[in-house]
């Protein structure tokens, strides 16, 4: 009963702040609790949430989880303090209120066991009766006081001594006030700055150099310059420090500790005593550690917004393609791929190795687009690209225009990291290292999707300081993106890769081996219903990945759509009512459905096919264009048939460019001169915006004009604003 009561409060809690109805919130806590997933519940639980989307509903089971470790802890708070005998009603209710974990740990810290301290010294020497009494009794002279406690055998020989470590007693109950610290954490919020100067050995015109002589309040600092300055300082390149009104806060403590009398300024040094050596250190790593981890967060949201929009490229879908994947000293790696990403010819070219070498490149990547049909060339971004592409140009040129070859520069981060893996030597055995990170180059123009999730997502290189972030905690944000855009999309049970299906609702990555292992030893799936055959695959499981799996070969339509076997009978019912069959779904011949239903009401068909509103909705869509895939709605990516040097560029020139990374002070776009140009964010808009990713996500193919072009630093500028006529 209890249980339930907490959770009741939890689920208020939870639709105060997400603004959700209490109701919605409840069956979404039940839903996770019951094991569901979150693509799920996002997908196929519309009725029961209130259509609340995905990201949402990973919002509220990771804030959940929070409260849930906020009430054990609170738990564990008080039976600890009972334990010693001292918890009180009033102190029991405190605990109950607070609303972050750093709450209840004021509050227990003055019971928690502490090492060997000034104050627990003090404290074996049978001073903690004279602290007590002056700071009840601020009336009381503190010198008379102490005399009565010299006592040569406990090691306090004078009044002196006895008040030195009376102070120190009363110096930590101060620092353990959650009232004080409270007090205490919001002044620094308001009045504190973070600074940081140069290092003694620091590098005059060093990485950091913006940095030496940096100060900035805490509320205006940016997440990447947080993570800068921690980083910084760990590189010994920077001293960065916490610096506040010094007075200001010793004068809040002492005001909320010291009372009138004859003892006021015995109480007013224990006070400054306790801010200046235990409360000031205290507050700056505790300060210094919020900034840290809100950063943390802000960099981890900033990495998984931007890896949405690169999983969710549009593919390149049934083109020959070749993948290059540039190299000085050990060549440029060619594969040749079909329309469904089969490997038909390798090969290794050297363009920069001279001009004989150049010459037979072009005449040898000529043969294999002639012989294999190629339509597309996918240029690898990393070492060397900038010559590969100047040499695809030539190559290009040579075929003639008339030949339809295109070419697009594809973010290569992570590559390397998959060829080099068990899963890429798996996949490829016959081919080496380099040669496989040709052919997942080549196929992430094809189906970026189904080649990235080979890869951790931290590889990929969309974000800011990656390497610097709480590994398990960027691990789970960036997996929840990946899991989201797979589902979003769905999966051919039959082509898919373990990687790809073991991000499918449901299923984990020995079910996803499983799955293949039965694609292999049976044949093709020919229906959605044969995967309970699949070893480890229950009902359950079965339950949360179906809806998500796709089976063309099926003879059943709708096992090759978003419809839940759950709602079949309601998608029959569904062109039963509007007078239609199976047959005009296999034909595309629903053109008037959506009318249809309008006409006869959704309310109405609904409640005739025993689902809801949304699920209806949603049936209706899919029936409307079984297998069919999100991603060919976006825009497509930018494929090219020319190419730019850097010292082409001028001022005032528009381009047509790719976003490659959004960060918080602006964004990186590829308008095809190998070096990619930053946006500022005061250039993105000619409206305000707070954050780049207000306007722009990777991956999305924008204009933009030259401003400065600095060929020392190989630096390019550029804007998106609208270049506005000068009056005359």
Do not use: W
Request: one cysteine or more; charged letters at 30%.
């Amino acid at each position: 009963m209890e249980e339930q009561t907490k959770t009741a409060e939890i689920v208020s809690v939870l639709a105060a702040e997400f603004s959700k109805p209490e109701q919605h919130v409840k069956n979404i806590v039940q839903l996770l609790d019951e094991g569901n997933t979150v693509p799920f519940i996002a997908r196929y639980r519309k009725e029961m949430h209130g259509t609340t989307d995905d990201q949402t509903i990973r919002a509220i089971s990771d804030r959940l989880g929070y409260l849930r470790n906020l009430e054990t802890r609170r738990t564990e708070v008080k039976n600890s303090i009972a334990g010693q005998e001292k918890l009180t009603a009033e102190l029991a209710a405190a605990i109950d209120r607070a609303a972050t974990l750093a709450e209840v740990e004021d509050l227990y810290r003055p019971y928690k066991q502490k090492r060997s301290t000034r104050a627990t010294a003090a404290k074996e020497k049978g001073l903690e009766p004279l602290a007590l009494l002056l700071s009840e009794h601020p009336e009381r002279d503190p010198a008379a006081e102490a005399a009565a406690y010299i006592d040569p055998e406990k090691g306090v020989n004078t009044a002196e001594e006895a008040l030195a470590g009376a102070s120190d007693i009363l110096a930590e109950n101060i620092s353990d006030d959650a009232a004080v610290r409270k007090l205490l954490r919001a002044f620094y919020e308001q009045r504190a700055f973070l600074c940081s100067e140069a290092a003694k050995k620091a590098e005059k015109d060093g990485v950091y150099s913006n940095y030496y002589g940096f100060s900035s309040p805490l509320d205006k600092l940016q997440s990447h310059q947080v993570l800068a300055l921690n980083r910084g300082e760990r590189e010994k390149a920077l001293k960065v420090s916490l610096e506040v009104d010094r007075l200001g806060a010793e004068e809040l403590v002492a005001r909320k500790t010291v009372k009138p009398g004859k003892a006021a300024s015995f109480l007013r040094g224990a006070a400054v005593d306790a801010y200046e050596r235990l409360l000031a250190p205290s507050l700056e790593r505790e300060v210094r550690a919020s900034l840290t981890e809100k950063a943390n967060e802000g960099a981890i949201g900033q990495f998984a917004l931007n890896l949405k929009p690169l999983l969710m490229q549009p593919p390149v879908k049934g083109f020959v393609t070749m993948g290059l994947d540039p190299g000085y000293r050990m060549g440029c790696k060619v594969a040749v791929v079909d329309g469904t990403g089969k490997v038909l010819d390798t090969a290794v070219v050297y363009p920069t190795h001279g001009e004989r070498q150049r010459a037979e490149c072009i005449a040898k990547l000529a043969a294999l687009i002639k012989k294999h049909r190629v339509a597309h060339i996918a240029i690898g971004n990393g070492t060397a690209s900038r010559e590969t592409e100047q040499m695809t140009n030539e190559l290009i040129a040579s075929l003639g225009h008339g030949a339809g070859i295109s070419y697009a520069i594809v973010n290569e981060a992570g590559a390397s990291v998959y060829s080099a893996s068990p899963l890429g030597a798996k996949e490829f055995p016959e081919y080496d290292v380099n040669l496989r990170s040709a052919i997942s180059i080549a196929r992430r123009l094809q189906d970026p999707l189904a080649e990235l999730v080979k890869i951790d997502p931290k590889s990929i290189g969309v974000g800011q300081y990656q390497h610097d972030m709480p590994e398990k905690r960027l691990s789970e944000a960036l997996g929840a993106v990946v899991e989201d855009c797979v589902n979003a999309v769905g999966v051919d049970v039959n082509t898919a890769s373990a990687p790809l299906l073991a991000r499918v609702s449901g299923l984990n990555a020995s079910v996803a081996e499983n799955v293949v292992k039965y694609r292999e030893e049976h044949g093709s799936f020919r229906s959605r219903r044969e995967l309970v055959k699949v070893k480890g695959l229950g009902e359950k499981a079965y339950e949360q990945c179906a809806g998500f799996m796709r089976v063309p070969e099926s003879d059943r339509v709708l096992d090759n759509t978003a419809v839940h076997p759950e709602s079949y009978e309601a998608a029959e019912t569904l062109l039963s009512l509007l007078g239609y069959t199976m047959d005009d779904v296999r034909a595309g011949r629903l053109g008037e459905l959506t009318e249809k239903l309008k006409v006869y009401g959704a309310e109405r068909a609904a409640k005739e096919c025993g689902v809801g509103v949304p699920t209806l909705r949603d049936v209706a869509v899919e029936l409307m264009k079984p297998g069919r895939d999100p991603r060919d709605e976006l825009p497509p990516p930018l494929l090219r048939t020319d190419v730019l040097e850097i010292k082409d560029l001028k001022p005032g020139m528009e381009l047509k460019g790719t976003v490659r990374n959004v960060i918080d002070f602006g964004a990186f776009v590829d308008i095809g001169v190998h070096q990619d140009g930053l946006v500022h964010i005061s250039q993105i808009s000619d409206k305000f915006i707070r954050h780049p990713s207000e306007a722009l996500s990777v991956g999305q193919v924008v204009t933009v004009r030259v401003l400065d072009v600095d060929l020392k630093k190989n630096r390019i500028s550029l804007t998106m604003k609208k270049d506005r006529p000068k009056k005359a």
